[in-house]
């Protein structure tokens, strides 16, 4: 896969051909959406989903979605079936498009899109059952963290000031309530409930998060969506991150302290068991 087939404004063409002006306004202000699809075995996870939250961010940006649902199917799946491998990480970018630079909306402009395949590195047993450790810090991020723009620069320095700290992750916190992660969203576990903050304007709407709350129920597993505090979140019995590529993850360290028993609890095990019996219909198409 030395050099794959990607989707740019209307043609497939080799990755290391693919091009865009240093006038797009991607490029100059950060001025657009993206999304990560993961597919098991080349089938696209919650693709209606992902296609949905695409279209909301796009509308919350004042961006005229360039395809029907049924294009976007077919882009995504010739971009995925150009690819060798089976679990693939589905890239797709739009911007506002190319124009001079200014902060008022261009006129007559057509968006910018870009569609690319990686494969997908999950998490597996191993690192399951190791679990990863996590820290907190302020939520300095603006006010629509719901949308999932491309001006990522919050993220990337709160999730380096984890790694910095040998965290894998962190946790953010507004006003002493929990909102997600730099990169994730954040489950406890308490008294044996699961509990996630609340949809808002100050949490990405995670795709993932949305199936493990319907597996939660499905399965008979107490589930709440309420708001916690740092407190709560520090007490818990358990804490997970969910994400795409991350899927379920417990942490079993936060700020230095142990989580729980410092291993993952039986709550996140019992989700992460039926997380991957869901995969597993998926790959086989049951889904």
């Not at 794959?4 to 797009?24: H, R």
């Not at 976007?72 to 679990?87: G, H, L, P, S």
């Not at 597996?124 to 450790?133: E, L, P």
């Amino acid at each position: 896969m030395s050099d794959p087939i990607v989707y740019l404004n209307g043609e497939y063409i080799p990755l290391s051909q693919a091009k865009v002006s240093v006038l797009d306004r991607g490029f100059i202000f950060g001025d657009g959406i993206y999304e990560v699809i993961p597919a098991y075995a080349k089938h696209p996870f919650r693709l209606r989903e992902h296609l949905a939250r695409l279209n909301n961010n796009l509308t919350a940006t004042r961006i005229t979605n360039p395809h029907s649902e049924p294009d976007w199917e077919t882009i995504i799946n010739k971009v995925v079936a150009q690819q060798d491998i089976e679990d693939q990480s589905i890239y797709l970018q739009i911007t506002r498009g190319v124009a001079q630079r200014d902060h008022a909306f261009p006129e007559e402009v057509e968006p910018t899109v870009f569609v690319m395949s990686n494969p997908l590195n999950v998490i597996d047993q191993a690192i399951f059952n190791k679990g990863v450790s996590a820290i907190t810090l302020d939520d300095i991020r603006w006010q629509y963290c719901n949308i999932k723009a491309i001006a990522l620069l919050p993220n990337i320095l709160l999730r380096q000031a984890a790694l910095d700290k040998g965290a894998q992750e962190a946790i953010l916190i507004r006003d002493d309530e929990v909102t997600e992660g730099s990169a994730s969203n954040i489950f406890i576990v308490k008294d044996g409930v699961i509990k996630t903050p609340p949809k808002s304007a100050l949490l990405l709407p995670g795709i993932t998060r949305d199936l493990v709350v319907e597996l939660a129920e499905t399965n008979g597993l107490a589930f709440e969506e309420t708001v916690f505090s740092q407190d709560e979140l520090s007490q818990a019995d358990e804490i997970w991150l969910t994400s795409s590529t991350k899927e379920v993850l417990p942490i079993v360290s936060l700020n230095e302290q142990t989580v729980g028993s410092g291993e993952p609890g039986s709550v996140s095990r019992k989700m992460y068991e039926i997380f991957q019996a869901y995969k597993a219909e998926l790959k086989q198409g049951k889904q």
